[in-house]
């Protein structure tokens, strides 16, 4: 499969089309959403199976082989909200409570960005390694923290302690983590029981979730405008300059092609879950919504169209 192929097959997917179908609904001012506690559901599913079947995968591999590719994700997880703190603040001009929360949500990572890189790799035959979602769970925490502690060097009254207690026990922490503890423990006759339900049955949950992503991000547009152009900028470049230091990195520590390209997109991407909630508590003079329109409604959508089958392509390239 050439490069226009492997994009082509992104575009195409169920998944983006649906995502492209929500934000078109609201453009034509449709009432087609998920109902909030229908998308919580989704979104609990989504988490819970990535974590059983990152868990499950584990099985009889060798730990050993994860040190390496964790501790480059923890690099990462301090490196990439350190480097955004800075551009923000430096050249931006940001506030620091701004700065610190975009640092939060671009150094912990998109669940589901990681999931349709997941999708792309399988469809397109890469191959990647059994530990992916580990790394996922590692990537979560540490760049919230980072950004928060940055945060309250600069700014006064930042509750920082009490966000890093909301990161470490909220829900998508708590579902990932739980989810590769319960895969790994499991028997492969009762995991076998499950597996319909949580394997079988999670593209189809994932095109449903990202139905309604689309109608959230064009929402987000419609009502909060678009985000300063600079900002906007920054929202695109970062995910290309991160994903393609992920791709290196993680090509330089010997991870396949299709690994080192869904690396680079978890470090090409940024939270819109765990930071979020963070954020509120710890910077609450922060303009989430900036941040968050960055998130959201710039690199999610950038990644999931472009970004993917670009990580894809650099790293057939390099490797």
Known sequence: MNSLDLAIENLTSPPVLAFVLGALAVILRSDLRLPDPIHTWISTYLLLAIGLKGGHSLKGSDISSLTKPALLTIAFG????????????KLLRLRPSDAGSIAAHYGSVSVVTFTAAMIFAT????????FMTSLVAILEIPGIVVALVLASMKSEGVNWRTAVHEVLTGRSVLLLIGGLVIGAVSSANSF???????????????????LDMGATVATRFA???RPPLRMAIFAIIS???FGLAGIL??????????GSAVFGIMAASASYIAAPAAVRIALPDADSGLS????????FPFNLTIGIPLAFIFSRFIG
């Open 78 to 89: 301090i490196a990439i909200p350190v480097v955004v703190f800075f551009v923000t603040t």
């Open 123 to 130: 469809e397109a035959n890469f191959i990647t390694e059994p």
């Open 192 to 210: 076998s029981r499950v597996e319909p339900f949580f394997v079988g049955m999670f593209s189809g949950l994932l095109t449903l979730f990202l």
């Open 223 to 225: 009502t909060s405008g």
């Open 239 to 241: 995910p290309i300059v």
């Open 249 to 258: 990195a993680a090509h330089s520590i010997g991870l396949s092609i299709g």
């Open 292 to 299: 968050l329109g960055l998130a959201l409604g710039v690199t």
